[in-house]
């Protein structure tokens, strides 16, 4: 554990993009490994970074503008959706090309399909180094899953300040059980409650001793996981450009997945952005309560809202730092770059987060942008397309054979194929359901013809009431406002049955 | 009562722990309730005995620390009060301690959201030595009338020690669930029984 901040944490917390553009200080030549047909493909996730909530969208507040800045040189899909509403199905999606119907991915704990242990990007791309990070514990199950077709999968916990005493020191043959147990008995002071009444107190002042030092660069306390496993953001952008920097200058083209928790909850955005909205004026849309509401009021919501937008400024600044380094030392000139996330975030209908049955637009769509290599100008897609769309694309632009199992389809502009209106897009949640058999309790959507449907079953919060079916003219009201279902019941049974019939698959 | 100045024994000091971790177990095994089936439903039932072990052995090491501590503050209780009104005071002091943090903890889960926005709302709240000194004039005071009461009143004396002396036998069976979760725990380390 560090006593005091060094020079180098002195240098990234200023949040200068100069220090990680440097990085190493001369310019380096571009990897001689990547090419044009096989360019290194670098994807970065940021978890629950909402379409509706980045102003490159055109949300009110400006919360990005870096990205707003670097979409001048990238194709930007304006009408892109996560697979899921959190960041299990999401992710899995994103990395497996195919829906949560396909890849089971419902839940952490029961995992995806066994069958996607090798069916996945990173299996596919397997004559490139495939390197992968993630703060996310429900992510990194995931990757471990996956870890067999890949090169290096880096210990989430090597980027974090502290390390877990229980997993690390006394249990380690039998970590996750462990682990789970320690931070609800020691560590999870909150909405539940630990069950230490004295350990908790000592346990955390300790960890507070720690992280004292940090309360001026992050006032709100340090971004961490389930109130412990502290982590600095900037540490993992370093850590990423130093293995970029590092590894485009070996062998082999570079597959990389690096999956950041900001702006994830708890919003704990850094000084320099901390109240960068308060008093803006800004009046977020007021919608009704919806069935799955969990009480929260508007002014509560709108606080909440506040807090994740700023933390969307120090994500938007750290990918902004990436950027530059990787521009600054020709990285670009032979890489796909990625910018996404696995799904969004909800401050609205009395709902706050991710963690939720619904489906609404700010939970569902989210930002997408390739870089391609040597690109400079910008193109903007409003065609529908999906997380499922992204594996296919880059086989694509790697040259590679696209196999049938894939659900997604090569993204528009890449493909070259004009867009099809026929085309459909697919959500699902269901983290209660079983894995195999009928998905239920479940929550689908559809996009497709201009019309999105919502379909609710089986959710403890319905309280044994039947199926609540949602549609909204979505390209009109992408607020969601005005329900449609009884109005245009053709429009809504033929959606329906089309989701349905997927989902039995 | 005649036993003034009498040291205590190592039964004593074994009945004192029982005592400490009396309202430790209870809490734990209160939470465990609420939790086991959310654990057991989203993992396997063994999973689930294996969380409630390891739960359990950290209540067994919290107890243990708890009764060091207790121990500790048994040497600054005055010689002259009786061995008696000493155990009573010093299981007082536990189950103060306990109720206070109990207390806290339910505070804490019924208000958690409206305490954490206010919270980040103001930050310099955040005061360690204010809370802390808060805490301690609470526990001062709570402790204090209930010493004043023991002391001049034997008859309650007597009763309090009747039921301390019921609950320690409640406590002897949490200790055999302690030691159940220890089996479990070795079973999952050792054999890599997951």
């Keep these: 554990m560090r006593n005091q901040l060094s020079r180098r944490d002195f240098l990234k917390l200023a949040g200068t993009t100069a220090a990680a553009a440097s990085l190493p200080a001369l310019r380096m030549p571009p990897s001689h490994a990547a090419s044009p047909d096989m360019p290194n493909i670098l994807i970065f996730v940021y978890d629950a970074l909402s379409a509706m909530h980045t102003s490159l969208y055109g949300y009110p507040r400006n919360t990005t503008p870096n990205l707003n800045r670097l979409a001048a040189r990238a194709t930007v899909f304006h009408q892109h959706y996560a697979g899921g509403n959190y960041t299990f199905p999401g992710t899995s999606s994103l990395l497996t090309g195919t829906y949560p119907w396909t890849h089971r991915g419902f839940k952490p704990d029961n995992g995806i399909d066994p069958a996607f242990e090798t069916q996945n990007i990173f299996q596919l791309f397997n004559q490139y180094y495939r390197l992968s990070y993630t703060h996310n514990a429900v992510a990194f199950n995931l990757l471990k899953q996956m870890q067999d077709s890949m090169d290096r999968l880096k210990p989430r916990q090597d980027l974090y300040l502290d390390r877990d005493f229980a997993s690390d020191l006394l249990f380690a043959n039998d970590e996750d059980t462990a682990t789970t147990s320690w931070w609800q008995s020691i560590v999870k002071k909150g909405r539940k409650g630990t069950y230490s009444l004295f350990f908790s107190h000592f346990y955390r002042a300790y960890k507070q001793r720690l992280l004292a030092r940090y309360a001026d660069i992050y006032p709100r306390g340090l971004p961490n996981i389930r109130d412990d496993n502290f982590f600095l953001p900037e540490d993992a952008t370093d850590w990423t450009l130093e293995e970029i920097l590092s590894l485009t200058q070996q062998d082999q083209p570079v597959l990389g997945y690096f999956h950041y928790l900001p702006p994830h909850d708890p919003y704990l955005t850094r000084a320099d952005f901390a109240d960068k909205f308060q008093d803006d004026g800004f009046e977020p849309l007021k919608k009704p309560d919806h069935i799955f509401s969990r009480g929260r009021t508007y002014h509560e919501l709108a606080f909440t809202r506040r807090m994740y937008d700023e933390y969307c400024l120090l994500a938007d600044h750290e990918f902004g730092r990436i950027f530059e380094s990787l521009e600054t030392n020709r990285i670009l000139e032979n890489s796909v770059v990625v910018f996404t996330s696995d799904h969004g975030e909800m401050f609205e209908r009395g709902i706050e987060k991710h963690y939720h049955e619904t489906l609404h637009q700010p939970v569902i769509q989210v930002p997408l942008l390739v870089f391609t290599p040597g690109q400079t100008t910008r193109q903007d897609v409003h065609t529908l397309t999906s997380a499922v769309d992204l594996l296919p694309t880059l086989l694509h632009l790697g040259g590679q054979a696209i196999p049938d199992w894939i659900e997604g389809r090569v993204l528009p502009t890449f493909s070259g194929a004009p867009p099809n209106p026929d085309q459909a897009v697919y959500a699902v949640e269901a983290k209660d359901s079983q894995q195999y058999g009928k998905i239920f309790p479940a929550s689908l959507m559809i996009v497709k013809g201009g019309y999105k449907l919502h379909y609710y079953t089986g959710w403890e919060r319905m309280k044994g009431a039947g199926p609540l079916v949602e549609l909204y003219a979505i390209e009109d009201d992408p607020e969601e406002i005005n329900n449609l279902a009884n109005e245009l019941p053709e429009v809504r049974d033929a959606l329906l049955a089309e989701v349905l019939e997927k989902a039995k698959g | ?194």
């Design chain 2, 1 to 194: 009562m005649t036993d003034t100045k009498q040291k205590f024994t190592r039964a004593d000091w074994f009945k004192l722990f029982l005592i400490c971790a009396f309202p430790l177990h209870l809490w734990t095994l209160l939470m465990l309730f609420r939790d086991v089936n959310w654990v057991a439903e989203r993992t396997t039932m063994w999973d689930a005995i294996g969380f409630s072990g390891y739960a359990l052995f950290y209540t067994l090491l919290e107890s243990i620390l708890l009764t060091g501590f207790i121990v500790l503050l048994s040497l600054l209780l005055p010689q002259g009060w009786n061995k008696t009104l000493r155990m009573l005071v010093l299981s007082l002091t536990a189950f103060v301690l306990s109720g206070w943090s109990i207390l806290e903890q339910l505070i804490l889960i019924v208000f958690y959201g409206r305490l954490r926005k206010f919270g980040i709302a103001n930050p310099w709240l955040a005061n360690d030595w204010v809370w802390g000194s808060l805490f301690v004039a609470l526990i001062a005071l709570s402790m204090a009338v209930p010493i004043l009461l023991l002391r001049k009143n034997t008859k309650l004396q007597d009763n309090l020690n009747a039921f301390l002396n019921r609950l320690t036998t409640l406590s002897g069976l949490y200790l055999f669930l302690d030691a159940a979760g220890i089996v479990v725990i070795i079973i999952r380390n050792v054999t890599g029984w997951e």
